[in-house]
């Protein structure tokens, strides 16, 4: 057989490697109620003793199962889980004609999206025979993760860890129309409530427009998924995160970006600190030569650490590893060494 032949046979191989990895991806959803539907993904476990991960969604949509790193995971043996909350355009296309969403019906909290989370958990285990979960958050869903309280041990990548951190300009509007309000208290709460709406329409519109035309959703429910976005919006105003509310019997551990916004970086940090004086086996990785989007900067060095934090290794292991893309050997700094270590990066912001 010449070269060019054995080329072929190699490139068929992919092919036919590549698309068995797509066919074993399952398109899902879950009616939690009516007007509310989870859209979702999964690729089940081909190694029953490994556990499904549960990716929660970025404020704009969910990672999809066909994402590097998540491939990687899938042929490792791993489950995968990929979500959208119900408000989300995904989960909102699923929805059918003339149904309203129940998300306008009501105001959600951040908690309300933390049931999806758990109602998502359940119906894995029930109806897919999903034995062990670990919930992934990413950016927006890690305030969600905060308030899950039934999980062991829950993984929470480039957090938004307060709403201030991440969008200071928007925070800043929010509190003057608040301060505001002192001077009409009678139509001021009314007032701010529809201001801060229009400036979250007009965030949103081009974000849905974007989302329906990539994924070719249906348009006619643009006016939803928009409102949709206001809710994440409404949800997160004033976020803080609270070590106090959150659950002492989930072991969290943080994945932070070198190159994410200074602005971020430093609150991230500054909790993390925060965690490891109050919590015994505090972990967190820092990823050089990564901007927020860590899964797919990073989707090798991403991959690796997950794999990482579900072995039997990690148990008494506490401090914050610096991931050098590329290096299979990340640096562990420990006890003070991760104090200190952490207190420099936060000065060098």
Known sequence: MNCKNILSVILLSVFIQLNAAFADVENLSLKMAPGRILSFQLVRAQNQKLPTFLFLPGVNRSLLAEDAALETLAQQGYGIATMNFSNQPF?????????????????????????????????????YGVKTIVPVSISFSSAVSSTISNFPLIIDAVPMTSSAAVNPDLESYRAYLKASEIFNPIFG?????????????????????????????????????IEGYTV????????VWDLKKTSTQTRRIFLFARNDSSTLLKNQ??????????????????????????????????????????SSEIKNVSGIFEVQPGNTKPKLYKGADAQKYVKDLINSL
């Open 91 to 127: 989960s909102v296309d699923k929805l059918e004609k003339n149904i309203i969403p129940a998300f306008r019906a009501k105001t959600y909290k951040l908690e309300d999206f933390g049931v999806e989370v758990s109602a998502l958990s359940d119906e894995l285990k029930k109806n």
């Open 189 to 225: 709460p009314g007032i701010t409530r529809s201001l801060l709406d229009q400036a979250y329409y007009k965030k949103w519109s081009d974000q849905v427009d974007s989302i329906v035309d990539q994924f070719k959703l249906n348009v006619d429910k643009k006016p939803d998924m």
């Open 232 to 239: 994440f919006s409404r949800a997160s105003e004033g976020y």
């Open 269 to 310: 940090l500054e909790l993390f600190l925060k965690v490891l004086d109050s919590t015994p086996n505090a972990l967190a990785f820092i990823v050089n030569d990564s901007g927020h989007v860590l899964p797919t900067d990073q989707p090798e060095s991403y991959a690796n650490i997950l794999m990482y934090l579900v």
